[in-house]
């Protein structure tokens, strides 16, 4: 036959449980503390010891430079810009000249002499043709369709680089884009056909 156990039985093992309880709620406290505290102490070493510094703290980003740029050369880069539409469409530079593996930025100029919304693609093509493996575009608006709302004027840019590999007796790109109108196109009471 099992026993009940005493008063004073139940009583210590209740203080043995608040002990417990009590222990367990401190290491929990500390932990959290510690993990609190890491971040900052983590930081601190790194700057300490050099390590895991993404940017030194007194280079400027102007000043970092892209090791692939191959500086003992230069390429010009002509741009051209044909409609298939009524559209007013042109580069805002006529030519650049880069170095391979430079990243640069230009930017097309497009207007809408509709009074309607029109929805247009353009379509890239280089010269020469072989050039076109070496013309990386980061950014384009030929990626997608444009809408250009009645009158709309908007510019457009073109990021991009030339790969290092293109060959040397290449001197001249010509990047030239056609702009032309897909859709349909509405009638004369403005209504679509």
């Known amino acids: ?40 102490i983590y930081k601190q070493i790194c700057e300490l010891t050099g390590v895991n510094i993404l940017t030194p703290k007194d280079i400027s980003i102007k000043e970092i430079s892209n090791s692939q740029i191959d ?19 042109r580069p805002t530079v006529p030519s650049i000249k ?9 930017v097309y100029e497009v207007v809408n002499k509709q009074s309607y919304k029109m929805d247009a693609q353009a379509i890239p093509s280089y010269a020469p043709q072989q050039a076109a493996q070496y013309f990386k575009k980061m950014e384009c608006f030929c990626f997608k369709q444009q809408t250009l709302e009645a009158n709309e004027a908007r510019q457009m840019p073109v990021v991009f680089y030339i790969d290092p590999k293109l060959p040397k007796d290449v001197k001249t790109i010509t990047l030239s884009y056609t702009f032309f109108e897909v859709g349909v196109k509405p009638n004369v009471t403005g209504k679509g056909v």
């Open 71 to 89: 500086k003992s050369r230069e390429v010009t880069i002509e741009f051209d810009a044909n409609t298939q539409g009524p559209w007013r469409f």
């Open 98 to 106: 880069v170095h391979p593996g430079e990243m640069t930025q230009v």
């Open 1 to 40: 036959m099992l026993e009940e156990p005493s008063k004073q039985g139940r009583s210590g093992v209740k203080k043995l449980n608040g002990t417990m309880l009590g222990k367990l709620l401190v290491i929990a406290v500390v932990m959290f503390g510690f993990g609190y505290a890491l971040v900052p």
